[in-house]
């Protein structure tokens, strides 16, 4: 579920009726921080994790076959990685932001950035996986498997992105956390995520006025679980890193 009711919708009676408690405070609108912060972990966490699983299928994809067949096919893709580097990311959103409908739903949008952080994160892994499967191409154990029969697409999945799925797992975890700070700077900035979805993003973008911050200090907290959860997949990128790269260090 992208967003629940209880965490959207206004608290018009709680001068009326306050509630107990809230932990984290309450938003202009009178709606609980906390909920919403937890609500709003679905959208961004789920946008960081989907995203990096297409972004490192497509990237898997093309580097492997760029590095194994070469030839024209490799100069294809590696001038498509060229150009999708060289396009300015802000400038792209805007762009689509200004072209996309308001009759766009939650779900639509949610899908679009998805799908966009995914298209344009795939060109660094390409580009690794394409000099280590270029490095394999010339092994004994790539030549022994052609003489026994086996298909370049077999040689490519059994043997090769075996070999490099070390790398690939530590590439998609530090990945991570800049799919998720993609997401949150895009809806911090009025060009991802808008109301009435919660995300990070769309917590943050209401601390935008500093007058708000004045008056409710509390805005800014959806900003600790952007920077805990960046750490730590950092962390665990580079633990992992140095687990699998013996020369790492």
């Avoid at 790539?142 to 690939?168: E, F, W």
């Avoid at 409710?216 to 750490?231: D, F, G, K, Q, R």
Wanted: aromatic letters at 6%; charged letters at 15%; one cysteine or more.
């Amino acid at each position: 579920r992208v967003q629940q009711p209880d965490s959207v919708a206004p608290k018009l009676d709680t001068v009326k009726n306050p509630p107990k408690i809230y932990l984290l405070g309450a938003d202009q609108q009178g709606r609980d921080v906390l909920s919403r912060i937890l609500v709003g972990s679905q959208v961004s966490l789920t946008v960081g994790l989907v995203g990096v699983f297409l972004s490192l299928t497509i990237g898997s994809v093309m580097g492997a076959t760029s590095g194994y067949v070469g030839g024209t096919w490799d100069n294809v893709i590696q001038r498509t990685i060229e150009i999708i580097r060289s396009v300015p990311t802000l400038p792209l959103w805007a762009a689509i932001a200004a072209a996309l409908p308001r009759t766009t739903t939650i779900v639509q949008r949610y899908f679009l950035i998805t799908l966009v952080l995914s298209l344009v994160g795939w060109t660094g892994l390409a580009r690794e996986l394409r000099g280590k499967v270029m490095a394999y191409r010339s092994l004994d154990y790539i030549a022994a498997a052609r003489l026994a029969g086996s298909s370049d697409l077999r040689i490519i999945l059994a043997h090769m992105l075996p070999n490099a799925a070390s790398h690939i797992i530590v590439v998609a975890t530090l990945a991570v956390p800049y799919s998720i700070l993609g997401e949150t700077t895009l809806s911090f900035l009025g060009l991802g995520m808008l109301p009435p979805a919660v995300s990070w993003g769309v917590l943050l973008k209401d601390a935008q006025q500093l007058d708000s911050v004045l008056i409710h200090p509390w805005m800014l907290i959806p900003a600790l679980p952007v920077v805990l959860t960046v750490a730590c997949y950092f962390l665990l990128g580079d633990g992992l890193r140095d687990a699998v790269d013996p020369y790492s260090s």
